[in-house]
């Protein structure tokens, strides 16, 4: 019974032994694996620390970016308007010289009131056509003397006056237009010219068809004219008009 007991109490303690190399071992790996996790989570944080700063630093250089972006558009922005001021200050100044000096006016920019070889406007109007171009009417006030031949036109069936060269600055005209116009009242015209314009009566009375060659000829004369308008319709025969006031000897 002895030996029975003594061979049990052998094996409990090479159990309980066994158990507490086992439990060590086991204590002993969970150590490891515990400073093994800790190093990782050291790593971790780390890396998300460096993460950090690199998000940092490119939202530090997105935020540079935006602001050279920012600062250059301004810039431009700013040369722009400066550049646009500098355009529009030599435009004006343009205007003014060539309205002045040559009475050149812009159709764009004349409005009423405005002064152009001594006439004043006194009606601006702008028509837009289907196609894209516009009409432009411009009423002028005042009279103007002028140097130039008048001569009959088939093609506008009217008495047209042909301005001299050295008589252009003395009446509202663009740099385009053809520098000619339209007599109102031709009736007034024919009474001051008297037989100068019997030529002109016989191409009136004659038909387009005619050989009218022979008579085609003109009247120069130096002559007053009020209540200029300006007309111009793109792709057409319209042409601008003036009244006949007097002539001059």
């Not at 740099?175 to 002109?200: C, M, Q, S, T, V």
Request: hydrophobic residues 35%; aromatic residues 8%.
């Amino acid at each position: 019974m002895k030996k029975v007991m003594f061979l049990l109490l052998s094996i409990i303690l090479l159990v309980i032994t066994g158990c507490n190399n086992n439990i060590d071992q086991l204590s002993k790996e969970n150590e490891q694996l515990k400073l093994e996790n800790q190093e990782l989570n050291s790593k971790n944080l780390k890396l998300l620390s460096e993460n950090k700063e690199k998000d940092s630093k490119i939202q530090e250089l997105h935020t540079e970016l935006e602001i050279k972006e920012i600062k250059s558009k301004i810039l431009i922005e700013k040369q722009l308007e400066e550049h646009n001021r500098i355009i529009e200050e030599l435009t004006a100044l343009v205007d003014t010289e060539l309205t002045e000096k040559y009475g050149i006016f812009n159709r764009e920019t004349i409005n009423s009131g405005d002064k152009v070889s001594g006439l004043t406007v006194i009606d601006v109007k702008k028509e837009k056509q289907d196609t894209g171009n516009t009409n432009y009417f411009v009423n002028f006030n005042g009279q103007f003397e002028l140097k130039g031949s008048v001569y009959y036109s088939q093609l506008h069936d009217d008495y047209i006056f042909r301005v001299n060269t050295d008589s252009t600055n003395k009446i509202p005209h663009t740099l385009y237009n053809i520098l000619a116009f339209r007599i109102e009242n031709e009736d007034r015209l024919k009474k001051a010219l008297g037989n100068k314009i019997d030529n002109l009566d016989k191409l009136e009375k004659l038909g387009p068809e005619e050989n009218v060659s022979k008579l085609e000829s003109e009247v120069p004369i130096k002559a007053v004219f009020e209540d200029f308008s300006y007309v111009y319709i793109p792709e057409s025969d319209a042409i601008s008009s003036a009244k006949f006031v007097k002539v001059i000897n």
